[in-house]
């Protein structure tokens, strides 16, 4: 998922880096009354990391100062069923994570998401993010 950290310290955690993985399941979604669903059969699934610097970042488990911001990219080919008609969807969805160097996940954001089906992207809207609540570090 990630590169090994002394890839980081070697880059000076300016880096950049790429993934390709196979997803299955079905994605159920709903909106003012009309539902689709997404079928992924062994579909690609793939994923962008690029390292955009450090910020100061606030959660629930306390002010991290030297947040490592990434935007991550992850793109899925899926068949969505639009009233029985099956068409070939890609779904993107952009988000930016924040990781603390020796803790791991901080904060996820999810940024944009959308879907393109027969040559129009439309927006998605997800709500919600992700925090760290508590960190221990066990010896």
């Known amino acids: 998922y990630m590169p090994a950290e002394e890839q980081f310290l070697e880059s000076n955690w300016n880096l950049a ?3 390709e993985y196979r997803a299955n399941g079905t994605l ?16 690609p699934l793939r ?4 390292v955009a610097g450090q910020e100061t ?10 947040a490592y911001k990434l935007i991550h990219r992850t793109e899925l080919d899926a068949v969505v069923d639009m009233s029985g008609f099956p068409i070939q969807a890609t779904m993107i ?13 901080l904060k996820t954001e999810v940024d944009e998401a959308s879907i393109a089906l027969g040559g129009i992207t439309f927006p ?7 925090e760290l609540v508590e960190f221990r570090s066990e010896p």
């Open 17 to 19: 880096w790429e993934g």
């Open 124 to 130: 998605v809207y997800i709500k919600g993010e992700v």
């Open 28 to 43: 159920n979604m709903a909106y003012e009354g009309d539902s689709m669903a997404i079928t992924v059969d062994n579909s």
């Open 93 to 105: 969805i952009e988000t930016a994570e924040w990781y603390g160097a020796g803790i791991g996940l």
């Open 47 to 50: 994923m962008a990391w690029q």
């Open 57 to 66: 970042v606030t959660v629930l488990a306390g002010t991290f100062s030297q």
